[in-house]
C-alpha cells in the first residue's frame, strides 16, 4: 500500500481530493437546517420505536442524497466519527465500516 495515503483510509484521500477547495462550513447549504432533528431523531433520552426510527433514518437519507454538500458532509462525518444520527445518509456505524483500513487481501481479492 503506498505510503502516501493517510491512515490506511484510501475514502478520506479520494474525498479530499474530491472536495479540495471547497469550503468546509456549508452550514447555510445543507438540506438538513430545516429539520436538524430528522437526522438526530429526538431526545437522546426518549425512546424511538425501531420502526419509527428506521422510517424516520429512511427519509434522512433520501434527503442527503439530494444535498448540495453531500460530499463535504461525508468527509467532515469520517473524519468525526459522529455516535448517532444520520450524516451524509449514512448511520455512524456504515462511516466506520467505510473509514476501515482495507487490508491488502481484500484489495487483490483473496480475503
Ligand atoms: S448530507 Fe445530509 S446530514 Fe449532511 S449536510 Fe446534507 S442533509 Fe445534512
Given at each position: 500500500m503506498s505510503a502516501d495515503l493517510p491512515g490506511k483510509r484510501p475514502a478520506l484521500a479520494l474525498l479530499a481530493a474530491v472536495t479540495a477547495g471547497t469550503p468546509r462550513h456549508l452550514a447555510d447549504e445543507a438540506a438538513c437546517r430545516f429539520d436538524p432533528e430528522l437526522?438526530?431523531?429526538?431526545?437522546?433520552?426518549?425512546?424511538?420505536p425501531a420502526d419509527e426510527r428506521a422510517a424516520r433514518e429512511q427519509v434522512a437519507r433520501e434527503v442527503c442524497a439530494g444535498c448540495p454538500v453531500w460530499a463535504s458532509c461525508l468527509f467532515s462525518a469520517l473524519d468525526m466519527r459522529p455516535a448517532s444520527g444520520i450524516w451524509a445518509g449514512l448511520t455512524p456505524e456504515e462511516l466506520r465500516e467505510m473509514a476501515a483500513p482495507v487490508s491488502p487481501d481484500a484489495v487483490r481479492g483473496v480475503a
Open positions: 437526522h438526530t431523531g429526538p431526545d437522546a433520552f426518549a425512546d424511538e
